[in-house]
């Protein structure tokens, strides 16, 4: 299927998710929420499309910099943290590998590394192979549990843990922790984790300048609805008939679609009936003050340490357990 074109059928794992959570009210409007993240990348042209999010110009300007300007100016303090032992680096949610490249060049200076892309999608984990690989240092990781959602990591660190490699740095960049509910997320890595281990988290912070970046980069940036179209199309929406807004609603952004006519839906002797009126909630951002993400974080590990964008609106941590 050519990048970007509209799937001819339903999806059945996106309808059935549809099913499961059926609808709430706010009002007199129903509000279905298919926000689940493992729905953003089922097709390799749903990950390219995130992608051509990532390279888009609005992102380059906007968000992806805060991150990076962090991980740059953190970095050597963090390879000190980390020490000198041969280290498994454990993308978590790898994306194309970029956000890896600085720790594998950086801790590659001082002892040897070992890249394991983890991400629900095959296409990303190809993807990150395939750029890690041109860096030509470290080994990579390569087996049946790239491809994995965050609920089998365990299963991926008792793999990879070896006396070779014996400590592992784990990386939840990009804000993919807002995907995910905190404490959920959090025990699920701790729990993976050995004594020793790192953690460095890179994601968005509550506070109005994410709430007014959120609202312009979304009514503004194409690749944006581009990207989160590809779930209302493959319940057979077209794209026409629906438009893309954004709210904060419980310390979260919450991207959804208002839909602009009547649609009837059937797939696999069920049938939904949309309303004009009706939302579709696609994606959710949970945003936490700075009290609550180092907060939380100690909950979780031993060693916090926070570190906060200029204007407060990005946090990064390393955490040890």
Same mark, same amino acid.
């Given at each position: ?59 380059? !300007? +906007? ?69 890690? !690989? ?8 390569? !087996? ?47 729990? !993976? ?42 319940? +057979? ?31 696999? +002797? ?44 990005? +946090? ?6």
């Amino acid at each position: 299927m050519k990048k970007g074109s509209k799937p001819q059928e339903i999806n059945g794992l996106i309808f059935r998710e549809l099913i499961k959570r059926g609808y709430s009210l706010d009002g007199n409007t129903r509000i279905w929420d298919v926000s689940d993240s493992k729905l953003w990348y089922l097709k390799p042209y749903q990950a390219q499309a995130y992608l051509d999010l990532l390279d888009s110009q609005d992102y380059k !300007s +906007g968000f992806a910099p805060k991150e990076e300007i962090m991980i740059n100016e953190n970095i050597q303090e963090i390879v000190d943290r980390v020490g000198d032992t041969p280290l498994n680096i454990i993308d978590l949610g790898c994306g194309d590998g970029r956000k890896a490249v600085k720790f594998i060049e950086e801790i590659g200076k001082k002892t040897k590394v070992r890249y394991c892309p983890i991400d629900i999608s095959a296409f990303m984990v190809k993807k990150a192979i395939e750029n890690i !690989s041109k860096l030509n240092q470290g080994v990579i990781v390569k !087996s049946q549990w790239n491809i994995s959602d965050f609920e089998n990591l365990e299963n991926v660190t008792n793999l990879i843990s070896d006396k070779e490699y014996p400590k592992s740095l784990f990386l939840l960049l990009g804000n993919t922790l807002s995907n995910f509910e905190f404490h959920d997320l959090l025990y699920q890595i701790r729990t !993976s984790m050995k004594s020793g281990d790192s953690l460095v988290i890179g994601n968005g912070i509550e506070n109005e300048t994410v709430e007014e970046d959120m609202v312009r980069f979304t009514t503004t940036n194409k690749y944006n609805n581009e990207f989160l179209v590809k779930i209302p199309e493959q319940l +057979g929406f077209n794209q026409k008939d629906i438009k893309l807004n954004v709210r904060f609603k419980n310390h979260r952004v919450e991207f959804y679609y208002d839909i602009q006519k009547d649609y009837h839906i059937k797939f696999g +002797g069920r049938e939904v009936r949309f309303q004009k009126g009706d939302q579709i909630v696609v994606a959710v951002s949970y945003h936490y003050s700075k009290e609550d993400f180092t907060g939380f974080l100690n909950i979780y590990f031993d060693e916090v340490i926070t570190k906060f964008s200029d204007d407060g609106s990005y +946090g990064l941590a390393f955490c040890k357990k």
